[in-house]
């Protein structure tokens, strides 16, 4: 089966600890993409990569550090410099832009941090 | 910069239809896209529009007029489990195929 895992589904950490978040992708796609959700909010984008070993900075970049070694992984630091980092998080990916090419979401990972 | 507005909330009744607006403000559109996210859950897509027009696809439908800058979702005979988030999200033109999301239309059916 094709799709999107995040990994662990619920994390918690004490505040001042970096932690990275798992996204995998069997979907063929270049585009992949981290969001972040705050309760009641729509979805901000932190980070987005088209191709292998390139990414961009999204709209809450500060705080966040991505890489992308491989065409199926986009793993996510979330750093202690980020100040409110307790929210769910959910990554997606796409074909190249253009077109009807919908994002396709993993299930999320709910990080909490004290 | 790019603007997306959408209501809060919504309540319908189980069997009825409701209509949930979306305006936006963006240079370079590129597609307008509809996600619904039942809580705790990760969105699914619903529906992509480009051109201006009616797109049907069972229950549900969306609309697009680019020079009003505005969609709307339509859901037809609502059901209980139609009750989530309605996410609506923009892509402009050369920005990686990323989206801009509105904040969410949460919808409750009642019985």
């Known amino acids: 089966d094709g799709g999107i895992t995040q990994s662990p589904k619920y994390l918690f950490r004490k505040e001042g600890q970096n932690v990275t978040l798992s996204c995998e992708q069997n979907?063929?796609?270049?585009?992949m993409y981290w969001y972040r959700q705050d309760p009641g909010q729509g979805l901000r984008l932190i980070y987005y990569s088209q191709i292998v070993n390139d990414f961009q900075k999204g709209d809450i970049a500060e705080g966040y550090s991505v890489s992308r070694e491989k065409k199926e992984s986009f793993p996510l630091t979330v750093t202690s410099a980020q100040k409110n980092p307790t929210a769910f998080y959910l990554c997606?990916?796409?074909?190249?832009?253009?077109?009807?090419?919908?994002?396709?979401f993993g299930p999320g990972t709910r990080l909490t941090v004290t | 910069g790019q603007n997306i507005d959408q209501p809060t909330e919504m309540t319908a009744t189980e069997g009825a239809i409701v209509q949930i607006n979306c305006t936006y403000q963006?240079?370079?559109?590129?597609?307008l896209f509809w996600y619904q996210q039942h809580a705790g859950e990760a969105p699914t897509f619903l529906s992509y529009n480009v051109l201006d027009g009616l797109e049907e696809k069972g229950r549900f439908s969306s609309f697009l007029s680019r020079s009003k800058g505005y969609s709307y979702l339509l859901l037809k005979e609502l059901q209980m489990k139609d009750s989530a988030s309605y996410l609506c999200a923009v892509r402009a033109h050369n920005q990686g195929g990323k989206l801009i999301f509105g904040q969410g239309t949460e919808l409750s059916v009642k019985p």
């Open positions: 963006t240079s370079g559109f590129n597609g």
């Open positions: 997606a990916s796409s074909t190249i832009a253009g077109g009807p090419s919908e994002q396709y």
């Open positions: 979907l063929n796609h270049d585009a």
